[in-house]
């Protein structure tokens, strides 16, 4: 991957910045910016001008949240970040969306984003999809990741679908060579994830089979990290480098 990116991301909550790819994005001597949408004054609505420009962002990366993207009356930035979104994503450059990010993407692009009666919240497996084309982002067969959420996106128009579970069918979609949005979180980390555990209020609205308990939650170890790391650190490169 080329050196000396510049990447920015679009955070949504206090303490849920680029997780484990900020040191591989360091690697490689990207200029990192972001807009930390939680930060925004309430009482002023955001200009779309004071997003960055897009020719100068290389790659974007789309962070997660817990507020939903039909929400737009108590965020109203939203309706703002999917307008410059649009804008982004028609100019064929890389995008990487995660979680809310994903949703953020497809939502954007028309799809919908939906309660899922089938909550995630915790370790759990997810499949590829078959028959997925070649050339596709490749993903392990099974592998085991961080899910944290009660809603889904459909799979935008002229998207492939890559990956399902039991709970939730919809897990990550690419869209042409250049966007890849997940529906769980292949940047945790075991710092990102105890922040997450500190919030009680958000904790309370997860209830089912798939949800796993908090005390199992706390003592995960290091080795389940990794798989979704290098899967991330593989989406970046193959979002920029397809793109070129």
Not at 34 to 63: H, Q, S
Not at 67 to 82: R, T
Not at 113 to 132: D, H, I, T
Request: aromatic share 10%; hydrophobic share 40%.
């Amino acid at each position: 991957m080329k050196s000396h990116l510049r990447v920015h991301y679009f955070q949504h909550i206090a303490g849920e910045g680029y997780g484990s790819c900020h040191e591989f994005l360091k690697q490689h001597q990207a200029q990192i910016t972001a807009t930390e949408f939680f930060a925004l004054p309430v009482d002023r609505p955001l200009e779309i001008e004071a997003l960055p420009a897009v020719e100068e962002v290389d790659l974007l990366i789309i962070m997660g949240g817990t507020m939903s993207v039909n929400d737009e009356v108590n965020f109203p930035w939203l309706k703002i970040e999917k307008r410059w979104l649009r804008r982004y994503l028609s100019q064929g450059k890389p995008a990487i969306g995660l979680c809310l990010g994903g949703q953020l993407i497809a939502n954007a692009l028309g799809a919908a984003v939906s309660y899922n009666p089938e909550q995630e919240l915790g370790w759990m497996s997810v499949s590829k999809v078959a028959n997925v084309p070649a050339d596709c982002f490749s993903l392990p067969e099974k592998f085991r990741i961080m899910q944290w959420h009660s809603e889904t996106f459909e799979i935008p128009k002229g998207a492939v679908h890559l990956a399902e579970n039991e709970a939730c069918r919809n897990q990550m979609y690419q869209l042409g060579k250049n966007v890849l949005g997940f529906q769980f979180h292949p940047e945790i980390t075991p710092e990102t994830l105890a922040l997450f555990l500190e919030d009680e209020d958000e904790l309370l609205k997860f209830s089912g089979k798939y949800v796993q308990p908090v005390h199992e939650l706390r003592k995960s170890p290091k080795s389940n990290f990794i798989e979704g790391n290098q899967i991330l650190n593989r989406a970046i490169e193959y979002v920029v480098e397809k793109s070129a």
